[in-house]
């Protein structure tokens, strides 16, 4: 019976704070393909509350956050774009985050931001919001550097998918470097003139995190299962 409960606690542990845990944020899930289709497209049509997007490109991450997805690619998509929080009008060129629903029926899983072109090697990324939510007071370096961090990851093609950051600066990681793709105009003066190593950054799009607390709390139900285990064979 005791070992019954046991393993009952830790099945319900591990539900409540490891998969939690696990969870990666959107913009992770936006290029980790999370999704069913990650296409660069052209607005033809806006039909009521759907809107038609043709698609010209696809981006294929590297990394694959499981359970692995096959991604899919459509010629044309349908999408309801009514509770996104920017205004899209026929003939914008879009890249956009999709689940497949049915036919040609999708909808937006991580984002949909719109682009400069359709050439995914030398489009630029603007993943601000609509003017209204700017002047709500935003702050603006954030999508400044959400649209550095997209632009970068799919002039790659897909290949540069892990960053880490501060409020003041972005950097990539790829097969062991670092490198700065993004900085507030002020650090980026303050750097020039200061040979030291930029501080450790903090943000970070990759699983470590996640992982981390992962472990951290497993030790912590482990922990906590011993302790009851020890009451309840001293009773």
């Known amino acids: 019976m005791l070992k019954k409960i046991v393993a009952s606690i830790i099945v319900i542990a591990m539900f409540i ?10 913009d992770s899930r936006f290029m980790s393909n999370d999704h069913d289709a990650l296409v660069i ?3 033809i049509a806006i039909e009521n509350d759907m809107t038609v997007i043709r698609s010209v490109d696809f981006i ?6 499981p359970p692995i997805r096959e991604q899919l690619r459509p010629e044309i998509v349908r999408v309801d774009l009514s509770q996104i929080d920017m205004d899209f009008y026929i003939d914008n060129y879009v890249i956009v985050s999709l689940d497949h629903i049915y036919d040609d029926i999708f909808r937006v899983a991580w984002g ?3 682009v400069s072109s359709l050439d995914y090697q030398t489009l630029i990324v603007n993943a601000a919001p609509s003017d209204f939510a700017l002047e709500m007071g935003i702050d603006t370096n954030y999508f400044s550097q959400m649209s550095a961090m997209f632009t970068d ?5 897909g290949r540069y998918n892990e960053f ?7 950097i990539r990681r790829y097969n062991g470097e670092e490198t700065v793709i993004w900085e507030m105009e002020e650090v980026a003066i303050l750097l020039e003139n200061d ?35 020890k009451k309840l064979k001293s009773t």
């Open 17 to 26: 704070l490891v998969l939690p845990a696990l969870a990666a944020a959107p």
């Open 195 to 229: 040979e030291r190593e930029p501080e450790l950054p903090i943000r970070r799009t990759g699983n470590q995190n996640y992982i981390l607390f992962a472990i951290l709390g497993i030790v912590l139900i482990v922990a906590i299962i011993f302790g009851v285990y």
């Open 112 to 114: 949909i931001y719109k």
């Open 153 to 157: 990851f799919v002039n790659s093609g």
């Open 41 to 43: 497209g052209e607005i």
């Open 164 to 170: 880490a950051g501060t409020q003041q600066i972005l």
């Open 60 to 65: 294929v991450s590297t990394r694959s956050m």
